[in-house]
Structure formats: structure tokens, C-alpha cells
């Protein structure tokens, strides 16, 4: 069945990079997209980027300075890697399996982690 | 960025009508398409797929829940509303970059 599983560590200092694994199993990364989504605590979801099946990838302009996201599809993992961290960063980072009906837009969350707490704080 | 607007709280009886509300700075249609989508999240859970292109039933969902609008305003029902409903619902687009979520609106029991 579709699995995917964020780990990383669960405090970063600030102005230190993050960086974050989403390990997948059930479906290939060349077949399906994953994207991250970040939630602050007691806040709506963020999408963070996506790397697409085909290895492109597509980032939130909003963090796209600091933000890289990368992959080895012979481990079937996602690598998330976030520079400069500052505590308005603190919050869950998830990892989503995109999926389109057609085959083309849109795409939207089928599968998601469990997700990973990271605190931001010195 | 296209801004969901919901609101934050509904309170419902249970085994009454759910309506829920989502209201977009864009239109979200694209030839006829919705792309306009919706998740169920419950308390230290990851969120759930509820509701794709704006009115198709994800996988597994009960038939209670249904999706429905168009352009800028979309509704999600839930109809009868039962106790394992209670739960934070979002909206999310997927027309433009970047893909934008709701606030949120919580379900409480009256």
C-alpha cells in the first residue's frame, strides 16, 4: 500500500538548515509526484515545493531562496533542504503523494506522512 | 497568491446539515474544471483527502460528505453530520503556484 514517512531532526537552531527525508514506498517516484506542505501549529497548511515525477522541481516563490528539493529514486526518497531557518519556520513538515486523474492537472494530496515536528529555537 | 477565505468555527448538531464555506480571490475553473479540493484533519493527525476537483468523493469516503461550487465559492457538505466528524476542514487550490490552503474551519458539536 502507499506509504510515505517524513524523519529528520525534531530541533534545528536558528539561522541552521534543515534538512528533512521522506522515505515512500507503494508507488515510484518516477510515476508520482511528492510534494512538502508545512503546518504551522493551530494554522492552515503551507505548500512548500514539489518535485516532480520526471526530477523537475517547483517551489513556493515565498521560500524558494532558501528551499531545495531533491531526490534518490534508487532509495525511493525526497530530500527537503531549507537554509536560514527562523522560528516562524517551527511547525509539522509533511510529505504528500500528488495525484491527478488525467494525468495532468489538477493534481491534489491523495496520500500524506504522518508528518515531523520541527522546532526552531535555540 | 489566491487567498481561501473560510471561516474559522461551525457549530452542528449531530445528525444535522454540515455546510461549510470556501470563498476564493480567483477563480479556481479551468474548462469546466474544478480544481478546487478538500481535507479532513483531525487533532495530532496528518490531514485527509475529503473531496477532489470540487465535487468528487476521495476513496473511502463516506456518502454523507459532498463537495459542490464553482469559480470563486465552493461548499463542502456534510450531511448527517456523526461524532467522528468533529474535525478542522480545509480548503486547497490547485490552479496556480502556489498551491494555497484555507485557514481552516472547525466542526464543534452545539
Known amino acids: 500500500q502507499v506509504q510515505l514517512k517524513e524523519s529528520g531532526p525534531g530541533l534545528v537552531q536558528p539561522s541552521e538548515t534543515l534538512s528533512l527525508t521522506c522515505t515512500v514506498s507503494?508507488?515510484?517516484?518516477?510515476?508520482?509526484?511528492v510534494s512538502w506542505v508545512r503546518q504551522p501549529s493551530g494554522k492552515g497548511p503551507e505548500w512548500m515545493g514539489r518535485?516532480?515525477?520526471?526530477?523537475?522541481?517547483a517551489y513556493n516563490s515565498a521560500l524558494k531562496s532558501r528551499l531545495s528539493i531533491s531526490r534518490d529514486t534508487s532509495k525511493n526518497q525526497v530530500f527537503l533542504k531549507m537554509n536560514s531557518l527562523q522560528t516562524d519556520d517551527t511547525g509539522t513538515y509533511y510529505c504528500?503523494?500528488?495525484?491527478?486523474?488525467?494525468?495532468?492537472?489538477?493534481?491534489?494530496?491523495?496520500?500524506w506522512g504522518q508528518g515531523v515536528m520541527v522546532t526552531v529555537s535555540s | 497568491d489566491i487567498v481561501l477565505t473560510q471561516s474559522p468555527a461551525l457549530a452542528v448538531s449531530l445528525e444535522q446539515r454540515a455546510t461549510i464555506s470556501c470563498k476564493t480571490s480567483?477563480?479556481?475553473?479551468?474548462?469546466?474544471?474544478?480544481?478546487m479540493h478538500w481535507y479532513q484533519q483531525k487533532p495530532g493527525q496528518q490531514p485527509k483527502l475529503l473531496i477532489y476537483e470540487g465535487s468528487n468523493l476521495a476513496s473511502g469516503i463516506p456518502a454523507r460528505f459532498s463537495g459542490s461550487g464553482s469559480g470563486t465559492d465552493f461548499t463542502l457538505t456534510i450531511d448527517p453530520v456523526e461524532a467522528d466528524d468533529i474535525a478542522t476542514y480545509y480548503c486547497q487550490q490547485s490552479k496556480d503556484y502556489p498551491y494555497t490552503f484555507g485557514a481552516g474551519t472547525k466542526l464543534e458539536l452545539k
Open positions: 480567483q477563480n479556481v475553473d479551468n474548462y469546466g474544471i474544478s480544481y
Open positions: 504528500t503523494r500528488d495525484f491527478s486523474g488525467m494525468g495532468v492537472a489538477p493534481y491534489y494530496f491523495d496520500y
Open positions: 518535485m516532480w515525477y520526471d526530477g523537475d522541481t
Open positions: 507503494g508507488f515510484s517516484l518516477t510515476s508520482y509526484s
